[in-house]
């Protein structure tokens, strides 16, 4: 297939019918497929769209192009689920079928009023010179999953001063009154995020550009996302562009999480309390999604993979997946994330870490702790000797690195195929990592980092091997239940 803008942009209506079916066979049958975490069916995952509770379920939907692994017109694939670790698969939620998102339905956020959930999400347009137009459409599900898009869209485009990159509303209720945060560029080309208000949900003003940090907008801010935990707003969001020297990140693109003291809605103004930091320190998360649950849990997911990226599953004709569920903590104003507590019920047949254990299904955890002043190295492997991926862990240093460069199908290396994180030196230092096929999620220090990322070995790992003082280290593996 020739991706260019026709093959890209074509309606979907308009694509044979035996292409879908054809396409989702020929991915089954990759070896690279994950247990558990939310994966397309054919063609590119992106951004997760709309995580919230409504109707007696989670729901969450993702940017998908299902033609091809590459960004094409986007759709929202909706999903369902009670206990945040099984999804159901709802179908298409939002398509981009109308002459306000007709490139494409992308990204936004949903919250339950009443007995419906009200979404707001950005319809991409691009005329017949190809020039962008953005706008921010709302609409409306039911609890039968029908949505209804209202018009004319909520805005019509972004005010004076800004251009046409103005994409990604994070809905929020305050009081009563609701707000729109819209990620936004400058006509000077820096990243913005814009905050609109509306009493009804049909009347939306601009309240007023938020006071970002200059050093901290980029050229572009998408996704930007404000969550309130134990009273404190916490903002994350995406800067392009952001220089290597504001914020040490190695990635194309950073996701980065600011914690803050208050957020002055009349005025726009965030108060941070901490400095920015990145909201993990390993290869491939982006376009992180998070909401104030009704249970009092502030729940985020992020995109596993990156824009501009080739990936190895790019030749199956599929591309990325989300995050498992994580839920943010505040702790002297630092940002922990952790898999959310029903996680632990994938947990079966708990066994010691020893030097090897061999007898893992593709998907599996460890949790362990590596006493103080001490040097381990966990390998996650297959039978075959010469490709793994590489975790060291130093209790010394406090240092954690994760290599990609032994696991044989090699991606994103101009971007480094090492990331290493700082903790506390001279502490014990511990480890929940998550293996899923081809993709890692390890949580250090009960969450005070994280670091995530997809490795391609050549078949799903069935091993991990610890190396070094190994009686420094003590842990549990688990499978993970089909
Ligand atoms: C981020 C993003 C969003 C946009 C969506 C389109 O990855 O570029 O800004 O809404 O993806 O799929």
């Given at each position: 297939m020739i991706w260019n803008r026709e093959t890209r942009y074509t309606p979907y209506n308009a694509w044979p019918k035996s292409t879908l079916p054809a396409l989702t066979a020929q991915v089954a049958t990759s070896k690279w497929r994950l247990q558990h975490h939310i994966q397309p069916a054919s063609g590119l995952l992106n951004d997760p769209n709309g995580f919230a509770y409504f109707n007696h379920q989670w729901q969450l939907s993702y940017q998908v192009f299902p033609y091809g692994p590459v960004h094409g017109l986007k759709a929202w694939q909706h999903l369902t689920?009670?206990?945040?670790?099984?999804?159901?698969?709802?179908?298409?939620?939002?398509?981009p079928d109308s002459k306000y998102d007709s490139h494409g339905a992308y990204t936004g956020t949903a919250i339950p009023v009443g007995d419906r959930l009200f979404i707001m999400y950005t319809g991409n347009v691009r005329d017949a010179d190809w020039n962008r137009h953005a706008y921010q459409i709302g609409a409306w599900m039911d609890t039968d999953n029908q949505v209804k898009k209202i018009t004319p869209p909520m805005i019509m485009a972004a005010p004076a001063g800004y251009?046409?990159?103005?994409?990604?509303?994070?809905?929020?209720?305050?009081?009563?009154?609701?707000?729109?945060?819209?990620?936004?560029?400058?006509?000077a080309n820096l990243g913005a995020a814009l905050l609109y208000?509306?009493?009804?949900?049909?009347?939306?003003?601009?309240?007023?550009?938020?006071?970002?940090?200059?050093?901290?907008?980029?050229?572009?801010?998408?996704?930007?996302?404000?969550?309130?935990?134990?009273?404190?707003?916490?903002?994350?969001?995406?800067?392009?562009?952001?220089p290597q020297t504001t914020?040490?990140?190695?990635?194309?693109?950073?996701?980065?999480?600011?914690?803050?003291?208050?957020?002055?809605l009349d005025h726009v103004k965030f108060t941070a309390a901490g400095a920015p930091t990145q909201l993990d320190a390993g290869f491939?998360?982006?376009?992180?999604?998070?909401?104030?649950?009704?249970?009092?849990?502030?729940?985020?997911?992020?995109?596993?993979?990156?824009?501009?990226?080739?990936?190895?599953?790019?030749?199956?004709?599929?591309?990325?997946?989300?995050?498992?569920?994580?839920?943010?903590?505040?702790k002297d104003n630092h940002l922990y994330q952790n898999p959310v507590i029903e996680t632990k019920r994938l947990r079966e047949k708990a066994q010691v870490l020893q030097a090897e254990v061999t007898s893992l299904t593709g998907a599996f955890e460890t949790e362990l702790t590596l006493a103080a002043d001490e040097q381990v190295r966990l390998k996650v492997a297959t039978t075959d000797a010469a490709h793994y991926l590489l975790i060291d862990l130093d209790s010394q240093t406090g240092t954690v690195t994760i290599d990609r460069r032994h696991?044989?199908?090699?991606?994103?290396?101009?971007?480094?195929?090492?990331?290493?994180?700082q903790v506390l030196r001279h502490t014990a230092l511990k480890l929940r990592l998550i293996i899923d096929v081809s993709v890692f999620e390890c949580y250090i220090n009960n969450g005070y980092t994280t670091m995530t990322g997809r490795f391609f070995l050549d078949?799903?790992?069935?091993?991990?091997?610890?190396?070094?003082?190994?009686?420094?280290?003590?842990?549990?593996?688990?499978?993970w239940r089909k």
């Open positions: 689920s009670t206990d945040l670790i099984h999804w159901h698969d709802e179908g298409l939620a939002i398509q251009t046409t990159s103005f994409r990604d509303p994070d809905l929020f209720e305050r009081n009563g009154e609701y707000y729109a945060l819209i990620g936004a560029q400058t006509t208000h509306s009493s009804d949900l049909k009347q939306w003003d601009l309240q007023g550009e938020l006071d970002l940090p200059a050093e901290l907008r980029g050229y572009m801010v998408e996704c930007p996302n404000l969550v309130e935990i134990d009273g404190q707003p916490v903002l994350i969001f995406c800067p392009q562009g952001l914020l040490a990140y190695e990635n194309i693109y950073p996701n980065v999480s600011l914690v803050g003291s208050q957020f002055d491939d998360v982006y376009a992180t999604q998070a909401f104030n649950a009704p249970d009092g849990r502030a729940l985020a997911v992020s995109w596993i993979g990156l824009p501009e990226i080739g990936y190895p599953t790019d030749s199956e004709n599929w591309a990325h997946c989300l995050s498992l569920v994580k839920e943010l903590t505040l696991t044989g199908h090699p991606f994103a290396e101009k971007y480094g195929q090492t990331r290493t994180t078949d799903a790992p069935t091993q991990l091997q610890l190396a070094g003082n190994v009686a420094a280290v003590s842990g549990t593996v688990w499978n």
